[in-house]
């Protein structure tokens, strides 16, 4: 039997904005994809732009590792704002 | 991770993603109520497929026509969900098929009036939006998802069927009588929809752990009852049921008991239409193949003229 290919699809929900992932669907090409996708993702306006990605192309970091992955960034309070003690006569800065 | 660390997730509502370490059961759990759930809105669509061609009016075959349109959006972000689990949509699909996967017993009821099509939204989507809001918060985060869309979609379906089943009820004496005979007849599998009694419900427990389900049948068939009767009362409809009553102490409407027979013998595949049903799915399925194997010979070609070109 001929499987379509797996996409994910990321919609742009209005001009000025991220896509964003909203699922995926079978397609036999990238064209086939987008059409799709316009049929299931956004019936009522939900977007005003479509990217389609094969699945087998996205790669993803390993939730197993996430600890040793972002932990570092954990010990570094001095990368925010509140870190910083500025006189209140200062005013917003 | 350690089930006990996984439990722990669970507790604390973190959501459980595609490539977090889950137990198998969790999986096969979810990868069974998803594309069981899959299969409903799918197979659902046929009921009210039955009336397209035969709406009272344009704007009315509109309305139907994006109801079921919305279905098989639902079917889609629902596979797509099951997907994430390792499941191929292909042998989801052959489950279906083949019989070793259920999708909602109420699809295997005939739609045999126009207003049917009214009942099928007020009181079918009505019960399943009951369940799916609860879903929502369900602890997969792609089923989750999917429900949040899901949701955003069903308002529509409930109110077009109310709406429907209102018209009917005021218009002339024997169409009244025409939404009375459908609610007659589509109540007790609307209570049906929503799973065997909480004590016969053996996976309900540790659903409920797991945070896949967030209520238990029963409490969900409750809030769906106290929510429906003030609408056919509004409606001047009679539910077909002499020992609902409202329960001051409790709070709540008093019912009758279900026929759970029926229930069973449709789970089993003895319901009015359960073969009709999977006879059109296979059918559509078998039809489709060339066009699947066209699509995909189109693509490779346009592949290779691409290469060839560049
Ligand atoms: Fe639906
Ligand atoms: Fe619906």
Same mark, same amino acid.
């Given at each position: ?93 | ?124 989507? %009505?019960?399943?939006?009951? +369940?799916?809001?609860? !879903? ?11 429900? /949040? $869309? ?118 089993? %595949?003895?319901?009015?239409? +359960?073969?009709?049903? !999977? ?11 060339? /066009? $699947? ?18």
């Amino acid at each position: 039997m001929n499987n379509w290919p797996l996409w994910e699809i990321f919609i742009r929900s209005r001009q000025g904005l991220d896509h964003k992932h909203v699922g995926s669907l079978h397609a036999a090409d990238a064209q086939m994809a987008i059409e799709n996708a316009r049929d299931v993702y956004t019936r009522r306006m939900e977007g005003v732009s479509i990217w389609a990605v094969e699945s087998t192309n996205i790669h993803a970091s390993n939730p197993d590792e996430a600890d040793s992955l972002y932990e570092p960034s954990n010990d570094k309070p001095y990368r925010h704002p509140t870190f910083y003690d500025i006189p209140k006569e200062i005013g917003h800065m | 991770m350690t089930q006990a660390q996984f439990q722990a997730r669970i507790d604390a509502d973190i959501k459980i993603e595609p490539k977090d370490w889950m137990p198998e059961a969790y999986r096969k759990t979810l990868i069974r109520q998803i594309s069981q759930h899959a299969h409903s809105e799918i197979v659902g669509m046929l009921p009210e497929g039955n009336w397209i061609t035969r709406a009272p009016s344009l704007r009315r075959k509109a309305i139907l026509l994006a109801k079921i349109q919305d279905e098989a959006g639902h079917g889609l972000y629902l596979y797509s969900a099951a997907e994430t689990l390792g499941k191929t949509r292909e042998s989801m699909i052959d489950d279906l098929h083949t019989g070793k996967a259920k999708y909602s017993s109420i699809f295997n009821y005939p739609t045999l009036s126009w207003a049917d099509m009214g009942s099928v939204g007020w009181l079918v989507d %009505g019960a399943a939006i009951m +369940n799916q809001v609860a !879903l929502c918060r369900t602890s997969y985060g792609p089923y989750a998802r999917a429900m /949040v $869309r899901i949701c955003k979609e069903e308002s529509f379906h409930q109110r077009q069927g109310y709406e429907v089943i209102m018209t009917l009820c005021r218009g002339t004496a024997a169409q009244k009588q025409m939404a009375q005979e459908s609610l007659n007849r589509w109540w007790w599998p609307a209570l049906m929809m929503f799973g065997p009694k909480d004590e016969d419900s053996p996976n309900t427990e540790q659903a409920m752990k797991w945070r896949i389900k967030r209520f238990t049948n029963d409490e969900l068939r409750q809030r769906f009852i106290d929510a429906t009767v003030p609408q056919a009362e509004f409606l001047g409809l009679t539910i077909p049921d002499p020992d609902l009553k409202w329960n001051e102490e409790r709070q709540h409407y008093d019912s009758g008991n279900i026929n759970w027979e029926e229930f069973y013998q449709v789970i089993a %595949g003895n319901g009015p239409c +359960n073969t009709a049903r !999977l006879a059109a799915r296979q059918k559509a399925h078998d039809e489709g193949e060339w /066009v $699947r194997e066209a699509a995909m010979a189109y693509s490779k070609k346009q592949e290779q003229r691409n290469k060839q070109v560049a």
